[in-house]
């Protein structure tokens, strides 16, 4: 399993403006640092830079405040589990019951959290940090990060029913925004006795299974497990195969690794408005 570490590491990777450089290291609000540039108190490379919207390379330049060396340090932890199903999404269960926590190495990074939760039985791609500001931007429905899951459900799901969940299905808590849907392989379920003998009485019994794909921008409770029941497909398994820019790629289930560098700078990308 690939550990790459990013806790105090660059996240930027590309050119940025200056002025963000600095507040991203500290060394000031973005309007502060505004002031700080027009002031000719910042230089890169040794050149005093007073141009609003001149860019730097993070990795490469040498920017200083004051002739004090600023620097870019990430000092946020993030990983991905691929969770596995059984486990509570949550930090701690009064019931005692397996939670995700218990897969994750919380106790090496204090304030380790998940981002948005999976249900008990769904598994896949659980992101976790200790930057509390990026999982905050990541959930907020006005930056609309996709979520891509993998469901199986029960009987045959028609093109009708995908397009339904296209355009938006009414649940309980409002109208779902449009969706990305994408029918699969149909497969011939594996019956028990006694559903091969209701099968043979019951013409609507369902003998197959449908794999789709669902990616959504919202993250509603049940939310996915909820639209498919309501075009009248019960959810046999449920993936969650992506979240945002991030994919599990060859991670077996039950472990986690740490994002690379790339990683986190494109999922702080994904979060700029
Ligand atoms: N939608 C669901 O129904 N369940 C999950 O765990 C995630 C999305």
């Given at each position: 399993m690939s550990r790459k570490r990013t806790s105090n590491l660059s996240t930027e990777a590309y050119p940025m403006r200056l002025q963000r450089f600095l507040a991203r290291a500290g060394?000031?609000?973005?309007?502060?640092?505004?002031?700080?540039?027009?002031?000719?108190?910042?230089?890169?490379?040794?050149?005093?830079?007073?141009?609003?919207?001149?860019?730097?390379?993070?990795?490469?330049?040498?920017?200083?405040?004051?002739?004090?060396?600023?620097?870019?340090?990430?000092?946020?932890?993030?990983?991905?589990?691929?969770?596995?199903?059984?486990?509570?999404?949550?930090?701690?269960?009064?019931?005692?019951?397996?939670?995700?926590?218990?897969?994750?190495?919380?106790?090496?990074?204090?304030?380790?959290?998940?981002?948005?939760?999976?249900?008990?039985?769904?598994?896949?791609?659980?992101?976790?940090?200790?930057?509390?500001?990026?999982?905050?931007?990541?959930?907020?429905?006005?930056?609309?990060?996709?979520?891509?899951?993998?469901?199986?459900?029960?009987?045959?799901?028609?093109?009708?029913?995908?397009?339904?969940?296209?355009?938006?299905?009414?649940?309980?808590?409002g109208l779902t925004v449009p969706a990305l849907v994408e029918i699969g392989a149909t497969a011939p379920k594996t019956l028990t006795a006694r559903e091969r003998l209701r099968a043979s009485e019951d013409r609507t019994f369902s003998v197959e299974t449908t794999t789709v794909w669902l990616t959504i921008t919202e993250g509603r409770k049940r939310q996915v497990r909820r639209m498919l029941t309501h075009v009248g497909h019960e959810v046999l398994a449920l993936e969650r195969e992506a979240f945002g820019p991030l994919e599990l790629g060859d991670l077996p289930q039950g472990q986690w690794r740490y994002l690379t560098v790339e990683e986190v700078a494109v999922l702080r990308e994904a979060c700029r408005l």
């Open positions: 060394a000031a609000s973005r309007r502060g640092s505004e002031d700080l540039m027009t002031a000719g108190r910042v230089t890169v490379n040794g050149v005093v830079v007073t141009e609003l919207g001149s860019k730097v390379r993070p990795e490469h330049d040498e920017v200083r405040l004051d002739g004090r060396l600023i620097t870019l340090r990430d000092s946020h932890t993030f990983l991905i589990l691929y969770k596995p199903a059984g486990y509570l999404t949550t930090l701690d269960d009064p019931q005692g019951r397996p939670t995700v926590c218990e897969l994750v190495p919380g106790s090496e990074h204090p304030g380790l959290f998940p981002v948005g939760r999976l249900d008990y039985n769904t598994t896949g791609l659980l992101l976790f940090t200790t930057d509390g500001e990026l999982a905050h931007q990541l959930l907020h429905p006005r930056h609309h990060v996709p979520k891509r899951y993998r469901a199986l459900v029960d009987g045959v799901l028609s093109e009708a029913k995908a397009e339904q969940l296209r355009q938006g299905v009414e649940l309980y808590d």
